[in-house]
């Protein structure tokens, strides 16, 4: 290992913040334009753009030195100020938005792709975390960021360290593109077969598009298929609300409790061992433990938002923002996911609220779902199972590869290992 330089993150990096609120205003938002990273935007070195605010090229140009560039390193100002973005070509021309900062390390100086995996240690995160002000929410500002204590070894062996640990940050990508893909061939498959009712018949030709007899359903005002049936949903499954709990409240049991933050940071599964481990009493946590053959739905924040938990564990719990639905009859359970889950967001889910739109129980149980037959039911399971399984053991993969690279970061970085 060669012999490091100390330096601090302001000696290798110009830091600016983002433009104040008087030169972005929420009007100058649009459905369409160039994307404004927010801190609710920033992850663990990556950007969740879902529902990225956008702004206009005109306003772009007009706020150019905020302009985010490949290379760049994006920390929110409030709240999770430990984590950043790192900027990927992807997302070059972005603009670092209100309440953020955005840090361009001087290339000549070090090598970029080993700050961001040096300021992601847990011990520059605790750095950031213990510096930062603010008695109810930890806020950052240039100060505490131009201070920031870095090591450096030579450049080229920055480069090593760096590659070696972005080709595990690919492959976990790349396995996330895979499973975006089995995603929507699943969701294309659901469609299919109960949007336009084009299930293979007996001879394994389209339902209706090869003449299959269909039948006018008052309910729906629409033709469905002959022979099958029209429920509301709460006649054919149970519902529970989460917990509500004190953060500080103390328990004998230990539980993992999947949260609505979860659910954004998802898209169909989620990963249980992302989420929040709390304790309490056994005789209130286990009235909200998940089954198997429960479905979780999004009260707020992303409405209606529809995930599943393959096969948790006996201590995996939901809180209150969450509504869980359980089918009485288990083969349901993948039908109705998916059913939910093309309702997500749209007015069909959405019922009163201030601020956000809030989905009830009132309005899940009222929805009129329409049944399939045994044989159509059983088919699509065969189909839609293998590809759960698959995403599945991709998300179980990239637990192990994220947990690989986050032991060699702090080894590598001090020089226990080596990459030759």
């Not at 390193?73 to 999770?80: C, E, L, P, S, T």
């Not at 077969?193 to 030709?205: A, I, L, R, V, Y």
Request: net charge neutral; hydrophobic share 35%.
């Amino acid at each position: 290992m060669s012999r490091k330089e100390k330096v601090t993150l302001g000696n290798i990096s110009n830091i600016i913040t983002g433009p104040f609120g008087s030169q972005l205003h929420q009007s100058d938002y649009v459905p369409v334009g160039i994307a404004c990273i927010m801190p609710q935007n920033i992850g663990n070195r990556t950007l969740n753009k879902d529902g990225i605010a956008r702004i206009s090229k005109k306003d772009a140009e007009r706020l150019s030195r905020y302009v985010v560039r490949v290379d760049d390193i994006v920390y929110a100002r409030r709240g999770d100020v430990e984590k950043h973005a790192y900027i990927s070509s992807e997302d070059d021309g972005a603009l670092c938005g209100t309440g953020c900062m955005r840090v361009r390390v001087d290339s000549e100086k070090a090598y970029p792709l080993y700050v961001s995996f040096y300021l992601n240690r847990t011990e520059s995160k605790r750095w950031i975390s213990q510096h930062a002000v603010g008695s109810n929410m930890p806020n950052l500002n240039t100060e505490i960021l131009n201070n920031v204590p870095i090591e450096l070894p030579a450049m080229a062996e920055q480069k090593i360290i760096s590659h070696f640990l972005e080709n595990i940050d690919r492959k976990i990508q790349l396995n996330v593109q895979i499973c975006a893909e089995l995603e929507a061939m699943a969701k294309t498959l659901y469609n299919y077969w109960f949007m336009q009712f084009d299930f293979p018949d007996e001879n394994g030709k389209p339902y209706r598009t090869s003449g299959g007899e269909m039948v006018w359903n008052e309910q729906l005002k629409r033709e469905i298929p002959k022979g099958w049936d029209v429920k509301h949903l709460q006649d054919i499954c149970r519902f529970r609300n989460g917990i509500n709990y004190e953060k500080d409240c103390l328990g004998d049991c230990t539980y993992r409790i999947a949260n609505v933050r979860n659910i954004t940071a998802s898209s169909f599964l989620m990963d249980v061992s992302d989420f929040d481990e709390i304790t309490l009493p056994k005789n209130q946590g286990d009235k909200y433990i998940l089954s198997e053959n429960d479905i979780i739905i999004a009260r707020s924040g992303t409405p209606g938002a529809t995930r599943l938990v393959i096969k948790p564990s006996n201590n995996v719990i939901f809180c209150g923002f969450i509504i869980c639905c359980t089918p009485f009859n288990s083969q349901f359970r993948l039908f109705l996911s998916y059913f939910l889950k093309q309702l997500e967001g749209t007015n069909a889910t959405k019922t009163g609220g201030s601020i956000l739109q809030n989905v009830s129980q009132d309005t899940l149980k009222s929805l009129h779902v329409t049944l399939p037959n045994d044989s159509v039911l059983n088919r699509f399971n065969q189909k839609i199972e293998p590809l759960v399984q698959m995403m599945q053991n991709i998300i179980n993969e990239n637990h192990e590869l994220a947990k690989l690279r986050d032991w060699f970061l702090p080894m590598l970085m001090n020089g226990q290992a080596r990459v030759e």
